[in-house]
């Protein structure tokens, strides 16, 4: 089931980047600002919540002893889903990202529309198309099949990895 939700936001993504390469053709290389400063501003909050999640899980280590975590959006709810439910905590850091890159993207993008002096019309269909995409790659990363392998060596040692990878990889 997984797998098959994998491949409809895979699809989902191909259709939103057909979307931002029509709305640039159409109204010109200018039309990729919001796309490209939505995506940038969703990475980087999805990344600063993946740094903090597992910061905080290496310095508390007793976190996979606690039963659940009070708090949606503390710090430490954050932790524990990501050592105790890799793929909800995917979920949870991509809706979590979305807000704030629609945010912040929004914001960023309406400033540099506004020095370039881009008409509202390229603009709203630049920041919709963005929006999409934005979308696509939060969904895509959310149901990536990544989330549910990081359980698989989340409990085992560096020298265990290590030793199943040249097994795996045949090196030696």
């Known amino acids: 089931?997984?797998?098959?939700?994998?491949?409809?936001?895979?699809?989902?993504?191909?259709?939103?980047?057909?979307t931002v390469l029509i709305v640039c053709?159409?109204?010109?290389?200018?039309?990729?600002?919001?796309?490209l400063?939505?995506?940038f501003c969703f990475l980087?909050?999805?990344?600063?919540?993946?740094?903090?999640?597992?910061?905080?899980?290496?310095?508390n280590p007793g976190l996979k002893n606690v039963t659940e975590s009070s708090f949606w959006f503390s710090r430490i709810y954050?932790?524990?889903l990501y050592v105790n439910?890799?793929?909800?905590?995917?979920?949870?850091?991509?809706?979590?990202?979305?807000?704030i890159g629609a945010i912040f993207g929004s914001l960023f993008g309406w400033i540099?529309?506004?020095?370039?002096?881009?008409?509202?019309?390229?603009?709203?269909?630049?920041?919709?198309?963005?929006m999409f995409f934005m979308?696509?790659?939060?969904?895509?990363?959310?149901?990536?099949?990544?989330?549910s392998k990081a359980n698989e060596y989340g409990e085992r040692s560096y020298e265990e990895v290590q030793s199943f990878l040249r097994v795996r990889l045949k090196l030696f």
């Open 1 to 18: 089931m997984k797998r098959k939700l994998s491949r409809i936001w895979f699809t989902l993504f191909l259709i939103a980047s057909i």
């Open 25 to 35: 053709f159409i109204h010109g290389s200018v039309a990729i600002v919001c796309p």
């Open 37 to 39: 400063v939505l995506t």
């Open 44 to 59: 980087s909050a999805f990344l600063v919540e993946l740094v903090d999640a597992s910061f905080q899980a290496s310095v």
């Open 78 to 80: 954050n932790a524990w």
């Open 85 to 99: 439910d890799r793929e909800g905590w995917a979920l949870y850091a991509s809706f979590i990202s979305y807000i």
């Open 112 to 130: 540099i529309t506004r020095l370039w002096n881009i008409s509202s019309s390229v603009s709203t269909a630049s920041w919709f198309s963005g």
């Open 135 to 147: 979308l696509a790659i939060a969904l895509l990363i959310a149901t990536s099949d990544h989330w």
